[in-house]
């Protein structure tokens, strides 16, 4: 298991390096494929990106892959307290969304069938913070090798959005 996810992980993070250097491919085409690969290669329900938006408190999804609408717009974890942890840089891991108090909206948890998360927020710029966050169907301890991959991810879609940003590009929501 372990050479597999090794070398999973590899070949994600060169395919991502590859499309993030080709000019010609959309910021929200980047952001996609950082979010479904997130998902694949951990083997998770989906994946999100989102943007806090500068002056307030709202989390933005920029990307999503393998969860519905319905669920993205639930406000299901707390966003108070994820802001709080973004801006402290705290990875966020919730092996057990029944009995975690950040989660607000167990229902739509639970319709979308999902059980942990884990979110690692990065900082774009002095201004832009961001959260990659990856769902599961089942409680989710994460191994270091794991978070290792998905700071990696998470690190290259910074890089994208600020590529995206000297370029003049909008980062358009891709859900």
């Known amino acids: 298991m372990q050479g597999n996810f090794t070398d999973a992980s590899f070949f994600a993070l060169n395919r991502v390096i590859d499309v993030i250097y080709r000019d010609e491919e959309e910021i929200g085409d980047v952001l996609f494929f950082i979010v479904s690969l997130a998902t694949e290669v951990m083997g998770a329900r989906g994946s999100t990106i989102r943007i806090l938006e500068q002056g307030t408190f709202h989390l933005k999804v920029v ?33 057990d969304f029944e009995n975690d108090s ?20 990065f900082t774009v710029n002095e201004t832009t913070y961001a ?13 270091q090798d794991e978070i290792n991959f ?7 879609s910074c890089l994208a959005i600020e590529r995206a940003a000297i370029s003049g590009m909008r980062i358009a929501q891709t859900i």
């Open 150 to 156: 998905l700071n990696s991810l998470g690190k290259l």
């Open 102 to 121: 950040r989660i607000q909206n167990l229902n739509a948890a639970r319709k979308e069938g999902l059980k942990s998360v884990i979110g690692l927020p």
């Open 131 to 143: 959260i990659l966050r990856v769902y599961f169907a089942s409680k989710k301890t994460p191994a």
């Open 63 to 95: 990307s999503s892959y393998g969860l519905s609408k319905n669920y993205l717009n639930s406000g299901a974890i707390d966003f108070g307290k994820s802001v709080t942890e973004i801006m402290a840089g705290d990875i966020i891991v919730i092996n």
